[in-house]
T-cell receptor, first 113, second 111 residues
Framework: SQTIHQWPATLVQPVGSPLSLECTVE??????LYWYRQAAGRGLQLLFY??????ISSEVPQNLSASRPQDRQFILSSKKLLLSDSGFYLC????????????FGPGTRLTVL | SQQGEEDPQALSIQEGENATMNCSYK?????LQWYRQNSGRGLVHLIL?????REKHSGRLRVTLDTSKKSSSLLITASRAADTASYFC???????????FGQGTRLTINP
């Protein structure tokens, strides 16, 4: 089965600092990969998804960017964090077109001060 | 735009009772999925029901889908304290690469 790794678990960053969150996948090849953000007590907002290396689809205009340098690696970045970037960031993967189910990582709680 | 809307937003019941959560959506779907999230953790997939199915069971879970009403329900029977979590529905369209999640129902099971 597929396993999603995310780190760090928590992160506190000052406004204006850069951000890099990494997500790696085990147990499958050529997965679809997703970055979500979740506000406290709310649902998931899809930020980016990728169907392959170098292929990124952005769902909402924002201060963040994503990259997929390798098949099983998905990175969420920002050059300058805003207070509004605080939230719980979740990476998810879907093992190709044979399954609709998504597997989630443990998440990163980002606080921007 | 938001696709799935769960109802109620919060539900508190006694251990042993049944818990029912509902989800409504707006557009045509290929499948509907239910996920569970323990506080501060990632989501875990529970069950998937396809648009041509009306009911599906998995252990103590029962999911129904009514495509004419664009709604689904998740029933958890004989609830346990460990079922305390948030539950989300998510819809996938035909050929869609992504899911659209609802806002979730926060379920509390009181021992």
């Amino acid at each position: 089965s597929q396993t999603i790794h995310q780190w760090p678990a928590t992160l506190v960053q000052p406004v204006g600092s850069p951000l890099s969150l990494e997500c790696t996948v085990e147990g499958t090849s050529n997965p679809n990969l997703y970055w979500y953000r979740q506000a406290a007590g709310r649902g998931l907002q899809l930020l980016f998804y990728s169907v392959g290396i170098g292929q990124i689809s952005s769902e909402v205009p924002q201060n963040l960017s994503a990259s997929r340098p390798q098949d099983r690696q998905f990175i969420l970045s920002s050059k300058k964090l805003l207070l509004s970037d605080s939230g719980f960031y979740l990476c998810a993967g879907r093992p190709g077109t044979s399954s609709n189910e998504q597997f989630f990582g443990p998440g990163t709680r980002l606080t921007v001060l | 735009s938001q696709q799935g809307e769960e109802d109620p937003q919060a539900l508190s019941i006694q251990e042993g009772e049944n818990a029912t959560m509902n989800c409504s959506y707006k557009t045509s779907i290929n499948n509907l999925q239910w996920y569970r999230q323990n506080s501060g953790r990632g989501l875990v997939h529970l069950i998937l029901i396809r648009s041509n199915e009306r009911e599906k069971h998995s252990g103590r879970l029962r999911v129904t889908l009514d495509t004419s009403k664009k709604s689904s329900s998740l029933l958890i029977t004989a609830s346990r304290a460990a079922d305390t979590a948030s539950y989300f529905c998510a819809t996938g369209g035909q050929g869609a690469q992504k899911l659209v999640f609802g806002q979730g129902t926060r379920l509390t099971i009181n021992p």
